[in-house]
């Protein structure tokens, strides 16, 4: 039940800090998407097994908070569960040597394929040429995206990490 509990706030707290302050803060058309960086580094944390009905509610609960389509984005989280379970399966995905650069990795492709999907259910796969048209503008949106994406990313890891010692939520 701790684990329970302790989980729904974390998710809860994420998407109210999602909806509420980002869109404050960056107004760029490739926000950060804290959400995102949550699922990722709790799967890497938990797995996908274990992770993957919190992903599925973390999913609809950001759907209803931010009225978008009910399941784009459990589509777009379990997706991303799946895939970073299936290549932490293969790759050693530690914080030394080469599970840094597949961190960053995951943390890019997320990045991308969230918004791809975002962009081509919201105004269809045309729109995604159209960005592709502006490539050094979209360049230049996506790196800033992904860095922040990115210090979001190491900083829930650590957090999360903490979190399930502190609480001794891995025994559960």
């Given at each position: 039940?701790k684990?329970?509990f ?8 994420a998407?109210v800090?999602q909806?509420s302050?980002v ?11 804290i959400v995102l ?7 890497l944390?938990d ?8 992903a599925?509610f973390a999913?609809l609960l950001y759907d209803l908070?931010t009225?978008?389509a009910?399941?784009?984005h ?9 895939s970073?379970s ?6 050693s ?6 599970g840094i650069?597949l961190?960053?990795f995951?943390?890019?492709?997320a990045t ?14 045309g729109?995604?040429?159209n960005?592709?048209?502006?490539f050094w ?33 891995k025994?559960?």
């Amino acid at each position: 039940m701790k684990k329970f509990f302790i989980y729904f706030l974390i998710i809860f707290f994420a998407i109210v800090l999602q909806v509420s302050s980002v869109p404050l803060f960056f107004k760029s058309d490739w926000p950060v998407d804290i959400v995102l960086m949550l699922v990722l580094a709790w799967t890497l944390i938990d797995g996908f097994d274990a992770f993957l009905k919190w992903a599925v509610f973390a999913g609809l609960l950001y759907d209803l908070a931010t009225f978008s389509a009910v399941g784009l984005h459990v589509i777009i989280f379990a997706l991303l569960a799946y895939s970073v379970s299936f290549f932490s399966k293969r790759f050693s995905v530690e914080i030394k040597g080469t599970g840094i650069l597949l961190m960053m990795f995951f943390v890019s492709a997320a990045t991308i394929c969230s918004r791809a999907i975002l962009l081509s259910h919201e105004f269809g796969t045309g729109v995604i040429a159209n960005d592709i048209s502006n490539f050094w503008q979209t360049l230049g949106m996506f790196s800033l995206a992904a860095f922040c994406n990115l210090l979001i990313f190491f900083v829930l890891f650590f957090m999360l990490n903490w979190v399930g010692n502190f609480y001794y939520l891995k025994r559960n």
